[in-house]
């Protein structure tokens, strides 16, 4: 069954087009290595939590937003064996594709699916 791994990072406001582009390399080179899809999230409606919350969970400062991404995969054996290479990748390199925020506040995990569910008319997912 399909495998997910996730990620909420902070990102400065000001930094969004880079942001972008920084995510269209590296949504590029998880594809080349075996991703079903990348999808990236700009944040415009998180609460402010008082114990937990995504802007608490990234340390998110006034001046940043918080965005959400994920890759799928075909199955976890297919994402544990692309992920070196992923992160080996050229393309991946800070002087080649420079993330344009804190990468020691990104949070990330991988995930089972336990069940999606398909729009059958249109062949997208809900």
């Not at 972008?20 to 899809?37: I, P, S, Y």
């Not at 976890?76 to 594709?97: C, E, I, S």
Request: aromatic letters at 8%.
């Amino acid at each position: 069954m399909t495998y997910v791994d996730g990620f909420i990072s902070a990102v400065p406001t000001a930094n969004k087009d880079a942001y972008l582009r920084h995510a269209r390399v590296t949504g590029a080179v998880f594809r080349d290595h075996g991703a079903l899809t990348v999808v990236e999230c700009w944040g415009d409606d998180l609460p402010e939590g008082h114990l937990t919350s995504m802007p608490l969970a990234v340390r998110r400062q006034e001046h940043e937003t918080v965005c959400l991404s994920w890759v799928t995969w075909p199955d976890k054996a297919t994402r544990d064996a692309a992920l070196m290479k992923v992160f080996t990748d050229p393309r991946m390199r800070p002087d080649q594709n420079p993330a344009p925020y804190d990468g020691k506040r990104i949070i990330r995990g991988g995930f089972e699916v336990l069940f999606e569910t398909l729009d059958r008319d249109r062949g997208m997912r809900r």
